[in-house]
């Protein structure tokens, strides 16, 4: 398949703002690939050269691409630059000098998406002396051969950076419409730009929705679904396996106000567990132990005593496992906040010292499968039997389960979640006893209970540089909240109170000015005067006063007084809290819902 064909859908996909008319698009693209080719063209049309639980990046800044447009376009650095700062955007910008480039390449072989794939997967695996030139080369070699659009395209992806707005379930919808949508009955008006079902299909249609979507959830693997879509049909989709080794989706659980609100969201009895203020492992055995933060970056070298706990501790051939690692002090023996253990996560080097020094106690609150038996449509305390099973001497401080009580008593769930507190926790989990465990979800199995302002999770898109004695840092944060249909960011304010000026006031988890500075310089794309506009990295959470109705910010909502409370290193773009979530608050203030 050409190249051309991808980036043509890309234009098309950049061009309409109408989630209906890019379901379409997609949908129609995907009828036409080839089987053998899925994985790539899906991968590409995603912006993506692996699944993204995968941990290889293609790992080029925008530096080195800046050397790789001068050698394919012939224009001088400093009129790549120049022309970058006009657009804000490297991919138009290669776009622009390529369609303004007079030497065309003689014998030059249209893209092929095989070569395009193939080069950029070659970038992911460049080591040693050289490394930084061979990069260079291999993407000037594509672009050489590149029309204008491909170019554009192109550079956006090895950027990872494709801004044509496919949220993940704009992309779940197109394998839908592209392979079911006569069994589901579905019709798309273009020129309406409306979905037609008919009332007898559409149970029938939300059947497949939901086959499609409960395969991503298990393999967060979109080629992949899409391939056994085409191939094999809804049988094949809710034949896939859940399959010890492959992350799946974590069942997520909203916020309530308190534990009454807990009762009523759950049922009676209820299982109450201690809300960690850590982050999340799913731990897999398949032969080895893998260990998969919430976004599924596999975290397995950064834990080598969680390894070892696991291997020594709990029962089985192939398994999978949820819980919450935990920091704790040495000394005192007091559980720590997140912050205080978060560097571990992307550490590479000195990986014993930092666990001597950071310390965690991995808390097991639940099992998706084990030895064979998938158990996610097993009742939650059925899935709690089978824990206690198969952990064999639990060790506090260690591993063990998380502290747990069953009560239909509301004196009882409420001394449990202040006994929760003074030990150092968020708060509480409340958990339907017969709950099923559904990747991805937040349906009511289980909900949390927190005593602080409502908080967002959310990703940095901007930042402003600082004045008077904050003028050599970034001190001011533009942030943004995700919707999940388009994939697009809506900004819900700024925020720059709760950071720390000085270093040694960083302390229990604290972040200076400097560290924030220190990370998004890295990922400017663009500045304006003292603005700077950055790569969507960042996930940090705040806590705020109240959220405003407001037409200053893309969301059309903002929060008022927002405050800094934690960097969360274990997000990513796609884990931040979404414009639902933010509506959902703001209905629920005062009464409004």
Same mark, same amino acid.
Request: aromatic letters at 8%; charged letters at 25%.
């Given at each position: 398949?050409?190249?051309?064909?991808?980036?043509?859908?890309?234009?098309?996909?950049?061009?309409?703002?109408?989630?209906?008319?890019?379901?379409?698009?997609?949908?129609?693209?995907?009828?036409?690939?080839?089987?053998?080719?899925?994985?790539?063209?899906?991968?590409?049309?995603?912006?993506?050269?692996?699944?993204?639980?995968?941990?290889?990046?293609?790992?080029?800044?925008?530096?080195?691409?800046?050397?790789?447009?001068?050698?394919?376009?012939?224009?001088?650095?400093?009129?790549?630059?120049?022309?970058?700062?006009?657009?804000?955007?490297?991919?138009?910008?290669?776009?622009?000098?390529?369609?303004?480039?007079?030497?065309?390449?003689?014998?030059?072989?249209?893209?092929?998406?095989?070569?395009?794939?193939?080069?950029?997967?070659?970038?992911?695996?460049?080591?040693?002396?050289?490394?930084?030139?061979?990069?260079?080369?291999?993407? /000037?070699?594509? $672009? &050489?051969?590149?029309? @204008?659009?491909? !170019? #554009?395209?192109?550079?956006?992806?090895? +950027?990872?950076? %494709?801004?044509?707005?496919?949220?993940?379930?704009?992309?779940?919808?197109?394998?839908?419409?592209?392979?079911?949508?006569?069994?589901?009955?579905?019709?798309?008006?273009?020129?309406?730009?409306?979905?037609?079902?008919?009332?007898?299909?559409?149970?029938?249609?939300?059947?497949?929705?939901?086959?499609?979507?409960? /395969?991503?959830? $298990? &393999?967060?693997?979109? @080629?992949?679904? !899409? #391939?056994?879509?085409?191939?094999?049909? +809804?049988?094949? %989709?809710?034949?896939?396996?859940?399959?010890?080794?492959?992350?799946?989706?974590?069942?997520?659980?909203?916020?309530?106000?308190?534990?009454?609100?807990?009762?009523?969201?759950?049922?009676?009895?209820?299982?109450?567990?201690?809300?960690?203020?850590?982050?999340?492992?799913?731990?897999?055995?398949?032969?080895?132990?893998?260990?998969?933060?919430?976004?599924?970056?596999?975290?397995?070298?950064?834990?080598?005593?969680?390894?070892? +706990?696991?291997?020594?501790?709990?029962?089985?051939?192939?398994?999978?496992?949820?819980?919450?690692?935990?920091?704790?002090?040495?000394?005192?023996?007091?559980?720590?906040?997140?912050?205080?253990?978060?560097?571990?996560?992307?550490?590479?080097?000195?990986?014993?010292?930092?666990?001597?020094?950071?310390?965690?106690?991995?808390?097991?609150?639940?099992?998706?499968?084990?030895?064979?038996?998938?158990?996610?449509?097993?009742?939650?305390?059925?899935?709690?039997?089978?824990?206690?099973?198969?952990?064999?001497?639990?060790?506090?401080?260690?591993?063990?389960?998380?502290?747990?009580?069953?009560?239909?008593?509301?004196?009882?769930?409420?001394?449990?979640?202040?006994?929760?507190?003074?030990?150092?926790?968020?708060?509480?989990?409340?958990?339907?006893?017969?709950?099923?465990?559904?990747?991805?979800?937040?349906?009511?199995?289980?909900?949390?209970?927190?005593?602080?302002?409502?908080?967002?999770?959310?990703?940095?898109?901007?930042?402003?540089?600082?004045?008077?004695?904050?003028?050599?840092?970034?001190?001011?944060?533009?942030?943004?909240?995700?919707?999940?249909?388009?994939?697009?960011?809506?900004?819900?304010?700024?925020?720059?109170?709760?950071?720390?000026?000085?270093?040694?006031?960083?302390?229990?988890?604290?972040?200076?000015?400097?560290?924030?500075?220190?990370?998004?310089?890295?990922?400017?794309?663009?500045?304006?005067?003292?603005?700077?506009?950055?790569?969507?990295?960042?996930?940090?959470?705040?806590?705020?006063?109240?959220?405003?109705?407001?037409?200053?910010?893309?969301?059309?909502?903002?929060?008022?007084?927002?405050?800094?409370?934690?960097?969360?290193?274990?997000?990513?773009?796609?884990?931040?809290?979404?414009?639902?979530?933010?509506?959902?608050?703001?209905?629920?203030?005062?009464?409004?819902?």
């Amino acid at each position: 398949m050409q190249y051309a064909d991808v980036a043509e859908v890309y234009e098309q996909l950049t061009k309409t703002s109408k989630r209906l008319e890019k379901i379409f698009i997609l949908s129609e693209f995907l009828r036409t690939v080839p089987t053998a080719e899925m994985e790539h063209v899906f991968l590409l049309a995603q912006g993506r050269i692996f699944p993204a639980w995968d941990q290889r990046v293609i790992g080029m800044a925008s530096q080195l691409v800046l050397k790789a447009i001068n050698l394919a376009t012939g224009a001088e650095l400093a009129k790549v630059e120049e022309t970058w700062k006009k657009t804000g955007d490297l991919g138009q910008t290669t776009h622009d000098l390529i369609a303004k480039k007079k030497q065309v390449t003689l014998f030059s072989q249209p893209l092929t998406t095989k070569k395009v794939f193939d080069n950029l997967r070659k970038l992911a695996s460049l080591e040693g002396a050289g490394v930084v030139n061979a990069k260079v080369q291999l993407v /000037a070699e594509l $672009l &050489t051969s590149a029309t @204008p659009v491909e !170019a #554009k395209y192109l550079v956006r992806t090895v +950027l990872e950076d %494709l801004r044509v707005g496919l949220g993940e379930g704009t992309m779940r919808d197109a394998i839908v419409w592209a392979f079911f949508t006569e069994a589901s009955g579905i019709k798309y008006e273009r020129t309406k730009n409306e979905l037609v079902i008919p009332d007898d299909n559409r149970e029938n249609y939300t059947k497949y929705v939901n086959a499609v979507q409960d /395969a991503i959830n $298990l &393999t967060n693997d979109f @080629p992949s679904v !899409a #391939k056994t879509a085409k191939e094999g049909g +809804l049988a094949a %989709l809710e034949n896939i396996p859940l399959t010890p080794g492959t992350p799946v989706k974590v069942m997520l659980y909203p916020k309530t106000k308190d534990i009454a609100s807990a009762f009523e969201i759950v049922g009676k009895p209820a299982a109450f567990e201690y809300k960690y203020d850590g982050f999340r492992m799913q731990i897999h055995k398949n032969g080895g132990i893998r260990i998969f933060t919430r976004r599924l970056e596999d975290v397995t070298v950064q834990f080598p005593e969680v390894v070892k +706990l696991v291997q020594e501790h709990v029962t089985g051939e192939k398994f999978i496992l949820d819980g919450e690692a935990v920091g704790y002090d040495v000394r005192t023996k007091r559980y720590m906040p997140f912050q205080n253990i978060s560097q571990r996560i992307k550490r590479k080097y000195e990986i014993q010292e930092m666990a001597a020094k950071f310390p965690v106690e991995l808390n097991l609150f639940d099992v998706l499968a084990h030895d064979g038996t998938n158990f996610l449509k097993k009742p939650f305390h059925e899935r709690r039997e089978l824990l206690k099973t198969i952990l064999r001497r639990p060790q506090a401080l260690k591993i063990q389960l998380a502290e747990q009580i069953v009560t239909d008593d509301l004196a009882a769930a409420e001394a449990f979640y202040k006994k929760s507190l003074d030990a150092g926790n968020e708060g509480v989990m409340a958990k339907n006893l017969n709950g099923i465990y559904q990747p991805g979800a937040r349906v009511g199995q289980g909900v949390k209970v927190k005593p602080v302002m409502d908080t967002l999770e959310v990703v940095i898109t901007g930042a402003e540089w600082g004045e008077g004695k904050r003028g050599a840092w970034l001190a001011t944060f533009i942030i943004a909240v995700r919707d999940p249909d388009t994939g697009d960011l809506l900004e819900v304010g700024r925020v720059g109170t709760g950071f720390k000026e000085k270093e040694e006031e960083a302390v229990d988890g604290g972040v200076t000015f400097q560290k924030m500075t220190d990370l998004l310089q890295p990922l400017v794309t663009k500045t304006e005067g003292r603005i700077v506009a950055v790569k969507p990295n960042i996930v940090i959470e705040v806590n705020y006063e109240e959220i405003q109705a407001s037409p200053t910010y893309s969301s059309g909502y903002a929060l008022r007084f927002p405050r800094f409370t934690k960097l969360r290193e274990d997000r990513g773009v796609d884990d931040i809290s979404t414009i639902q979530d933010v509506q959902d608050l703001y209905e629920g203030q005062r009464g409004r819902a």
